[in-house]
C-alpha cells in the first residue's frame, strides 16, 4: 500500500470485524452511513472488536474530513489513493483486512440511503457461523437494474455455476478464509481497480465451492438510474471485468455444467413492500439499438456468428409492437462476445465493449416490452428462462475456448 494515505486514529492492531466504505469526493452523505454502521457494530457485536476503513479515492479530501470528523464507538482507519479507481482503494482494505487479522471482511457503499443497524447482523452473522460469502438480495421493480439481470446474473451463473441473483452486490460479505485466496490471485486488471472490484469478489468467492449465502436487505438504495457517459463507463467496467476473468479462471467454469440454488437467508423476518414504480424512456432504448447499426454494423458482423448476425438485423426491422430480441440469440451473441474479448489488446477490448452496449440497450427494450404486464415473480421467471438458454449453450462457449 505504497501509495495509499493512511490515518489509523485508534493505533489499532487487531480486530474481529471490519467494515470497508467506500468513497469518492463526499457525493454521499458518507458521515450518516458511518454513524448507521457504527450503532449496528455497537448493537450486535459490542463484545468484538470492530473497525470501520473508509476507503477513498477522492481529490479533495472531503471524504477525509466527513469520515474522520465523525464520532464512533468503534475504532476507525482511513484510506485514501488519490486519483485511483474504486476497486484499488477497496483492494487495499482487503489487505488491511488481512494485516488486522479480522475473521469477517464487509463491503458497504455510502450511497446506501436506506442503510440500518440490522444490516450488520444480517451480513455479519452467516459469515461468523458457517458461510463463507454473503450476497445481497433485494425486492427491486422489475425494469430496474436491467444490466445485471440481463447480462452479468445469467453469465456468471452460467460461467460459475452459483445462483447469486446480485453479484455485483454493494453489500458483501467475506470469511478470513476467502479473503486470503483472494488477495493473492494474480487478475487484477484496470476493469476490476475502477469499478469492478465487488462483482470481482463475488466471482473469485464462487470459484473456491464453499458455502454461500444470499441474505435479504429490503429495499435497494434510491439511487437515480445512470444513462449517457456514466453508464458506458460502469458497463464496460462491470462487464469487462466479467470477460477479463474467463481466461484466468478458465479451470474453474470449464468444470461447471449447471448452477445451483443458493441458500436465502432472513427473508421470513421482514414486511416486504411493493417497490417504488420508475419509468424508463423505451423508445431512446429503440433509438441506440438503431445507432449501434450505423457505428458498429461490420464489427458485430465479425464478432458474431452469421446466424446470430441474421437474427439481429431481422430484429432491427421489427417495429416496437412487435419488438423481440429472442434469449437464443442474445446468449449466443454475449457467448462470441466473450470469445472474441480473450487474449486481444486494450484497444480492441474497449472497442468491443462499446459495441456491446447498443445490444443492450436492444434486449433491454425487448425485455420491458415482454414483461410490461408482469408481476415482478413473473418477470424473474423470465430472467430465469435467459438464465437456462445460457446454461443449456454453455457447451457453445466451451467447445470454442481452446486451452
Known amino acids: 500500500m505504497k501509495d495509499a494515505v493512511q490515518v489509523n486514529v485508534d493505533g489499532i492492531e487487531t480486530a474481529d470485524i471490519i467494515v470497508s466504505i467506500p468513497s469518492c469526493n463526499n457525493r454521499c452523505d458518507l458521515s450518516t452511513v458511518v454513524s448507521v454502521v457504527d450503532k449496528g457494530l455497537v448493537e450486535f457485536f459490542g463484545s468484538r472488536t470492530s473497525v470501520i476503513i473508509n476507503c ?37 482494505s482487503l489487505k488491511k483486512a488481512l494485516e488486522l487479522d479480522a475473521k469477517v471482511f464487509v463491503i458497504i457503499h455510502p450511497d446506501a440511503q436506506n442503510v440500518q443497524p440490522v444490516w450488520m447482523k444480517k451480513l455479519v452473522e452467516p459469515v461468523s457461523a458457517n458461510f463463507y460469502y454473503v450476497a445481497p438480495l433485494y425486492v427491486r421493480h422489475k425494469d430496474q437494474d436491467l444490466l445485471n439481470s440481463i447480462i452479468i446474473y445469467p453469465l456468471t451463473r452460467s460461467l460459475y455455476g452459483w445462483r447469486i441473483r446480485r453479484p455485483m452486490g454493494e453489500e458483501l460479505a467475506f470469511r478470513r478464509d476467502i479473503l486470503e485466496n483472494i488477495v493473492k490471485e494474480d487478475i487484477w486488471n484496470r476493469y476490476i481497480e475502477n469499478d469492478g472490484l465487488n462483482i470481482c469478489l463475488s466471482t473469485l468467492a464462487m470459484c473456491y465451492r464453499k458455502p454461500m449465502g444470499q441474505v435479504f436487505m429490503g429495499q ?36 461447471v455444467k449447471w448452477s445451483r440454488p443458493t441458500a436465502i437467508l432472513g427473508i421470513d423476518t421482514e414486511d416486504v413492500e411493493p417497490p417504488e414504480e420508475i419509468s424508463i424512456d ?14 458498429y454494423e461490420e464489427f458485430w458482423r465479425e464478432i458474431v456468428s452469421e446466424s446470430v448476425f441474421n437474427k439481429v438485423q431481422e430484429i432491427r426491422n421489427l417495429d416496437m409492437h412487435h419488438f423481440n430480441f429472442p434469449d437464443q440469440t442474445w446468449t449466443m451473441l454475449i457467448y462470441d462476445f466473450a470469445l472474441a474479448f480473450r487474449e486481444k489488446d486494450k484497444e480492441f477490448r474497449e472497442h468491443l465493449l462499446e459495441a456491446l452496449v447498443p445490444l443492450y440497450f436492444g434486449k433491454a427494450l425487448s425485455y420491458i416490452r415482454r414483461t410490461e404486464r408482469m408481476s415482478i415473480q413473473q418477470a424473474e421467471d423470465c430472467i430465469e428462462s435467459q438464465c437456462m438458454a445460457f446454461e443449456e449453450n454453455k457447451p457453445y462457449l466451451v467447445s470454442r475456448w481452446h486451452d
Open 282 to 295: 423505451t423508445d431512446s432504448l429503440h433509438e441506440r439499438f438503431m445507432d449501434g447499426f450505423r457505428k
Open 220 to 255: 435497494p438504495r434510491k439511487a437515480a438510474l445512470q444513462d449517457g457517459e456514466k453508464f458506458i463507463t460502469q458497463f464496460k467496467n462491470l462487464v469487462g471485468t466479467i470477460l477479463s476473468l474467463m481466461e484466468p479462471l478458465v479451470s474453474y467454469w470449464k468444470k
Open 56 to 92: 477513498d479515492f477522492g481529490f479533495d479530501g472531503s471524504s477525509r474530513n466527513a469520515f474522520l470528523e465523525t464520532e464512533t464507538q468503534v475504532h476507525k482507519i482511513y484510506l485514501g489513493s488519490e486519483g485511483s479507481g474504486k476497486g484499488r482503494v477497496l483492494r487495499y
